[in-house]
Nanobody, 119 residues
Framework: QVRLVEFGGGLVQPGGSLRLTCEASGFTTDKYVMSWYRQAPGKERELVAFIIGVSGKTRYADFVKDRFHISRDNAYNTSLQINSLKPEDTAVYYC?????????????WGQGTQVTVSS
């Protein structure tokens, strides 16, 4: 059974950093596209970044501007490093998976982890 669990969120001051991790169970991510999305209060869920397991290629949303870095840590874990955090990065961050070599729209989601950026 496919399961995704995110952890690593929390309260951080502007300019700080966080590392979010998505732990998969029930499958290995080598033949999957693993993605990170976020949803701020009152807004739609938006793509942050994704990584293609079979090639390692990554792609980021335009707003990322080199502050975010997605990585496949091992067969089960995918991380999102976020640097220079801003208050507008406050959101619930979700991990998603799609059994594909190109399609990043998730079939399954994790429960999300809250990131709050505030002084």
């Amino acid at each position: 059974q496919v399961r995704l669990v995110e952890f690593g969120g929390g309260l951080v001051q502007p300019g700080g950093s966080l590392r979010l991790t998505c732990e998969a169970s029930g499958f290995t991510t080598d033949k999957y596209v693993m993605s990170w999305y976020r949803q701020a209060p009152g807004k739609e869920r938006e793509l942050v970044a994704f990584i293609i397991g079979v090639s390692g290629k990554t792609r980021y949303a335009d707003f990322v501007k080199d502050r975010f870095h997605i990585s496949r840590d091992n067969a089960y874990n995918t991380s999102l490093q976020i640097n220079s955090l801003k208050p507008e990065d406050t959101a619930v961050y979700y991990c998603g998976e799609r059994h594909s070599s190109y399609n990043y729209v998730p079939d399954h989601w994790g429960q999300g982890t809250q990131v709050t950026v505030s002084s």
